[in-house]
């Protein structure tokens, strides 16, 4: 299905038309478009989610990763030191790399080292 549009000259004439298919017409809309596109994409709450919830299925995670990523949202302290984050960056899941399960929500510190394995044992 081609769209039609006609351009018109300074004096009001018509000169021809031009047509395009609707791949041309979204091609040049994202050209237009795309930074706004991109930043509005970052804040969507479902894209977020999704986001997140499939870099989980990559890394081996199993469960019901929706209550996971539930309980991710009201955690704001690490499990382990119990600091509070400093933003969403610092908020990591810890997950058994053979098992798979879900352990813990850490910051990025705690996460790096195996210390943190010691302190969940003995809490359990």
């Not at 991109?38 to 209550?67: A, F, M, Q, Y």
Request: hydrophobic share 25%.
């Amino acid at each position: 299905m081609n769209n039609q549009t006609t351009e018109q000259n300074t004096s009001g004439q018509h000169q021809k038309k031009v047509s395009f298919t609707r791949e041309e017409i979204r091609k040049r809309y994202w050209a237009k478009n795309r930074v706004r596109l991109l930043e509005k994409d970052k804040t969507c709450p479902r894209r977020i989610k999704s986001l997140r919830v499939s870099n989980w299925k990559k890394r081996g995670v199993i469960g019901d990763l929706d209550v996971l990523y539930t309980n991710y949202l009201v955690s704001t302290n690490c499990a382990c030191c119990n600091k509070e984050y400093k933003d969403r960056r610092d908020k990591c899941l810890d997950h058994d790399h053979i098992t798979g399960s879900f352990r813990a929500f850490l910051c990025r510190g705690c996460n790096s080292f195996d210390r943190h394995l010691k302190k969940l044992e003995v809490k359990e």
